[in-house]
């Protein structure tokens, strides 16, 4: 048996509100032990610290975070979770490609030592038990506590890095373009990651970017202005060179 406990206090907040969802303190605590050795445990059961993110919505100015109706706030927690589910998939093609890309020994040696080994955070859904009981609580996106100073590295309205960058992090920045390259090449160019948010290794808070006519089957986040300039405002560099893809060819050339 698993439960999960929620600090929802105003006061215990981790941070400021971001744009559609809250962040709380959480606990998970597991009381099923198994011998079974066929039977491996969610890997968020091994994560020594978790938070808990829940949506909203902001109704005026000065109105503070509104908490949505049930099914309403149920359909919009399953969309973060597509982005979740999404952005495992996208970023697991995006490192197969890199591998296999090394292992045929055509990338320059200095540029495949400027790879980055970053990774999303672990996240899981959960709802109540009882959704018909208003006193049970919200439904929750449970992730992967980040400690240390979180940078963002590409907003989910454009393709332009953020300015202002140390020049270490201007490697990883350039990465994260190569990143959003390889995916839009691969999907044919149907969609990729953005809002690139880093802790350490590890990546959270990102976006589906697709075209407007998947514009409902993801969060708010999903920017289609941004897709529809994606050629126009990437700029390949060094990663996308010596990885092989092909700069984009503009309408006016």
């Known amino acids: ?23 709380h303190p959480a606990l998970i605590c597991s009381t099923a032990t198994s011998t079974s050795t066929t039977l491996q445990p969610a890997i968020l059961l091994l994560v020594e ?7 909203f919505f902001q109704k005026g100015q000065g109105n503070g975070c509104q908490c949505f109706a049930r099914e ?11 982005c979740l589910y999404w952005g495992v998939a996208l970023m697991g093609i995006t490192y197969i490609f890199i591998d296999e890309m090394l292992e045929m020994g055509k990338v320059p040696k200095d540029i495949e030592d400027l790879v980055q080994c970053l990774r999303l955070v672990y996240a899981a859904l959960t ?33 332009v890095p953020v300015c202002g960058l140390h020049a270490k992090e201007v490697n990883i920045v350039l990465f994260l373009c190569f990143v959003q390259h390889i995916q839009y090449h691969l999907s044919n160019h149907m969609v990729y990651l953005s809002d690139f948010q880093r802790s350490s290794n590890l990546l959270t808070n990102y976006q589906i970017i697709t075209s407007s006519n998947f514009m409902n ?9 941004a897709f529809k300039n994606f050629e126009s405002e990437h700029k390949c560099q060094q990663f996308c060179h010596s990885f092989g893809l092909q700069a984009f060819i503009s309408a006016s050339s």
Request: glycine share 8%; hydrophobic share 35%; charged share 20%.
């Open 49 to 55: 610290e978790v938070v808990a993110k829940c949506v």
């Open 72 to 82: 309403d706030e149920l359909a919009r927690t399953l969309n973060e979770a597509n």
């Open 1 to 23: 048996v698993t439960t999960l406990a929620i600090d929802t206090s105003p006061h215990a907040m981790i941070g400021l509100a971001g744009t559609f969802k809250g962040c």
């Open 127 to 159: 709802i109540p038990v009882d959704t018909k009981n208003s006193n049970v609580g919200a439904n929750y996106l449970v992730e992967e506590k980040i400690s240390g100073k979180f940078l963002r590295y590409i907003n989910n309205n454009s393709a």
């Open 217 to 225: 089957s993801f969060s708010d986040g999903n920017c289609t202005t």
